[in-house]
């Protein structure tokens, strides 16, 4: 898993978009974030969250779509629904299930940067 999608998905499990309001989820400064960057790596610790949560590749089903994410046009976010234009729903069947998780935990994140 590439360290861009590592940080969305944390930022994803913790309902945050910025990396300042993970740091202050996760009671740490921006600089700490900023040095993840930098690294291209996140400290152990936080990956353990993601085991915990089960967010990893194992959320995307056989088809590639993920589970509670985009179904039938509409993408499940927490306890939001959003529905997907046909268009867009047709496109993200077209990438590999690596690039659906990513783009998931891509818009995922925008969304609720959005809702603020």
Not at 62 to 76: A, E, F, R, T, W
Not at 82 to 100: F, G, V
Request: proline share 2%.
């Amino acid at each position: 898993m590439e360290f861009k999608e590592i940080l969305l998905k944390i930022k994803y499990i913790n309902n945050v978009s910025t990396d300042r309001e993970l740091a202050k989820k996760l009671g740490l400064t921006e600089d700490a974030i900023r040095n993840w960057k930098r690294k291209k790596k996140v400290p152990k610790k936080y990956l353990k969250l993601l085991e915990e949560k089960n967010i990893n590749n194992n959320n995307v089903n056989n088809s590639g779509i993920m589970v509670n994410g985009v179904n039938n046009g509409k993408l499940q976010i927490h306890n939001h629904t959003y529905e997907l234009d046909n268009k867009l729903c047709d496109l993200i069947k077209e990438l590999s299930p690596k690039r659906k998780e990513y783009y998931f935990y891509k818009i995922s994140a925008e969304l609720l940067e959005d809702e603020r």
